[in-house]
């Protein structure tokens, strides 16, 4: 079945400083991947759509300019948190799909910490 | 997106069927069902998905009503790795810019007892 890989999956940073996650589609291309955030106790809630070779669709309330997405490949989306503050600590997972009609399939979602 | 009413949490015990019901009395005629759990400190996992016609894979079976407005997860031998948050999601399966994103209700929490 379709592998959707995330890496790192736990990240601790220093407030101030910038973290990069990475999203990988192992056994298939996806034209679009989908990050989420999960804090504590909580549901997901979709942050941004990632779109290969053009700009992140981002969510109400979600700052763009804080959470860069770079959809650079057809198996590669990057979300980094830009100057990480410890309210930004959280859970973040990201998705993708394999076809049109084929369900989304999760990574296993990365840990950040922020001290 | 239909939204669906999910007890909280359920209890089950190890080798027993669970069944998670999932209420989405508004749900429209091109909206597919889906289930995802998602297990302690791991991304959600895609269990199965239907329309209107009952659904079996290897990892559970999915029964939908007639009148499409409620279904049921159905794990026919629950075992302890079972232990999740189980998800019933209700969305249009393709087309549109909006494809693909699933909106998380808060799920039922079902745990698996020895």
């Known amino acids: 079945g379709a592998v959707v890989s995330q890496h790192p999956s736990r990240v601790i940073c220093k407030s101030g400083t910038s973290v990069k996650i990475e999203c990988r589609s192992l056994?298939?291309?996806?034209?679009?991947m989908f990050w989420y955030r999960q804090f504590p106790k909580q549901s997901l809630m979709l942050m941004a759509t990632?779109?290969?070779?053009?700009?992140?669709?981002?969510e109400q309330g979600v700052e763009k300019d804080k959470f860069l997405i770079n959809h650079a490949s057809l198996t590669l989306s990057t979300l980094t948190v830009t100057s990480a503050h410890p309210e930004d600590s959280s859970f973040y997972i990201c998705?993708?799909?394999?076809?049109?009609?084929?369900?989304?399939?999760f990574g296993n979602g990365t840990r950040l910490t922020v001290t | 997106d239909a939204k669906t009413t999910q007890p909280p949490s359920m209890d089950c015990a190890e080798g027993r069927a669970a069944n998670l019901p999932c209420n989405h009395s508004t749900i429209s005629g091109n909206e597919y069902v889906y289930w995802y759990r998602q297990i302690h400190s791991q991304g959600p996992q895609y269990i199965i998905h239907?329309?209107?016609n009952n659904e079996t894979n290897e990892m559970a079976s999915l029964i939908i009503t007639e009148d499409r407005k409620s279904s049921t997860l159905i794990l026919p031998h629950a075992t302890l790795r079972d232990t999740a948050v189980y998800y019933c999601?209700?969305?249009?399966?393709?087309?549109?810019?909006?494809?693909?994103?699933?909106?998380f209700g808060q799920g039922t929490i079902l745990t698996v007892h020895p």
């Open positions: 998705s993708a799909r394999q076809g049109e009609r084929s369900p989304l399939h």
């Open positions: 990632s779109n290969e070779g053009s700009k992140a669709t981002y």
């Open positions: 056994d298939f291309q996806a034209t679009t």
């Open positions: 239907g329309l209107k």
């Open positions: 999601i209700v969305r249009v399966r393709a087309g549109g810019t909006s494809y693909g994103k699933l909106t």
